[in-house]
C-alpha cells in the first residue's frame, strides 16, 4: 500500500474513530486528543502496517491500546507509595470543604466519639496516619486485634451513616 493509499484510508475513518475515542473517554476534548495520539501512531508506525490487513482493526486496536496505557499512566501518578515496612498504596483524593461537607465532618465526628474507646482510639489513631504496628505497640495490643477493631469501627460507622455510603 502506498502512502497516499494509507493515508487516504486513514482520513476515511476518521467520523469511525472519532465515534469511538468519545465511547472511551466520554469527553469531546480527550476524545480529539486519543484521535489524534492514535494518528500519530498510525504514521510513525506505517511500516508495521501488512498490505492486505484490515486497517480499519488495526487503527482501532492501535486507539484502545493507547486508551488503556494512558488511563493506566494517570493512575499511576494519582498513587503514592508508602516507604514504611507495610508500604502502603494511597490514592489520590481531595475533598472540597464547602458548607456541606463542614455539617458531614462534624456529623460523622459525632459518630466516631459514641463508638467505645476500644474501637474509637485506634480507628482514630488510623485515620490520623499510624500504622497498624504502630497503633498495636503505642495500645499493647496485637497487630490482628487493631486490624479487627478498625474493621468493626468502619463496619459500625457505616451503619450508623447509611447516607455517606
Given at each position: 500500500?502506498?502512502?497516499?493509499?494509507?493515508?487516504?484510508?486513514?482520513?476515511?475513518?476518521?467520523?469511525?474513530?472519532?465515534?469511538?475515542?468519545?465511547?472511551?473517554?466520554?469527553?469531546?476534548?480527550?476524545?480529539?486528543?486519543?484521535?489524534?495520539?492514535?494518528?500519530?501512531?498510525?504514521?510513525?508506525?506505517?511500516?508495521?502496517?501488512?498490505?492486505?490487513?484490515?486497517?480499519?482493526?488495526?487503527?482501532?486496536?492501535?486507539?484502545?491500546?493507547?486508551?488503556?496505557?494512558?488511563?493506566?499512566?494517570?493512575?499511576?501518578?494519582?498513587?503514592?507509595?508508602?516507604?514504611?515496612?507495610?508500604?502502603?498504596?494511597?490514592?489520590?483524593?481531595?475533598?472540597?470543604?464547602g458548607p456541606e461537607s463542614t455539617f458531614s465532618h462534624s456529623e460523622i465526628n459525632q459518630k466516631v466519639n459514641e463508638l467505645d474507646d476500644d474501637f474509637r482510639i485506634p480507628f482514630q489513631m488510623h485515620t490520623s496516619g499510624y500504622k497498624y504496628k504502630e497503633i498495636a505497640d503505642k495500645l499493647n495490643l496485637k497487630i490482628g486485634t487493631v486490624k479487627s477493631r478498625i474493621f468493626f469501627s468502619r463496619q459500625k460507622l457505616m451503619n450508623a451513616l447509611p447516607d455517606y455510603q
Open positions: 500500500m502506498s502512502t497516499a493509499e494509507f493515508n487516504t484510508a486513514l482520513i476515511e475513518l476518521e467520523p469511525n474513530l472519532e465515534r469511538f475515542a468519545y465511547s472511551l473517554t466520554a469527553n469531546p476534548e480527550d476524545a480529539r486528543d486519543l484521535l489524534q495520539e492514535t494518528y500519530l501512531k498510525a504514521l510513525t508506525y506505517k511500516d508495521k502496517f501488512e498490505d492486505n490487513t484490515n486497517i480499519k482493526a488495526w487503527t482501532f486496536t492501535i486507539m484502545k491500546n493507547t486508551f488503556i496505557n494512558n488511563y493506566r499512566k494517570a493512575v499511576k501518578q494519582r498513587t503514592t507509595f508508602d516507604s514504611s515496612d507495610n508500604q502502603y498504596l494511597v490514592n489520590g483524593r481531595t475533598f472540597d470543604e
